[in-house]
């Protein structure tokens, strides 16, 4: 039986990161891509087509990541704006944040989403 993707890729990266520890030295590699930016708009859109919009993008940066890895990469730098991008208004932009509750609210989102 093959290992799920998050508990290969985990191990991937705790192995990396153990390497990079254990040598005084790391190879750091910086990323930038032409983000897959939404169309400019006031109003909000879905939280589903903002979804599918930051999947494209971390799409992009997951094969860039991998192939800087390949290539001996420790570290590996990403634009700070690079899942979402940046054209927005306040309220254009809130269908791509996630709710934070205050930690006294007694509440766990993942358990409870439509509360």
Known sequence: MLPSQPLLHA???????????????FIAAVYEHAVILPDVTDEPVSPDEALALMNKNMDVL????KEAAQQGAHIIVTPEDGIYGWHFTREAIYPYLEDIPDPAVNWIPCTDPTR
Not at 11 to 25: I, P
Not at 62 to 65: K, L, S, T, V
């Open 11 to 25: 191990a991937v990266f705790a192995l990396a990161v153990l390497q990079a520890l254990a040598s005084d030295t």
């Open 62 to 65: 997951e094969g860039a990541i």
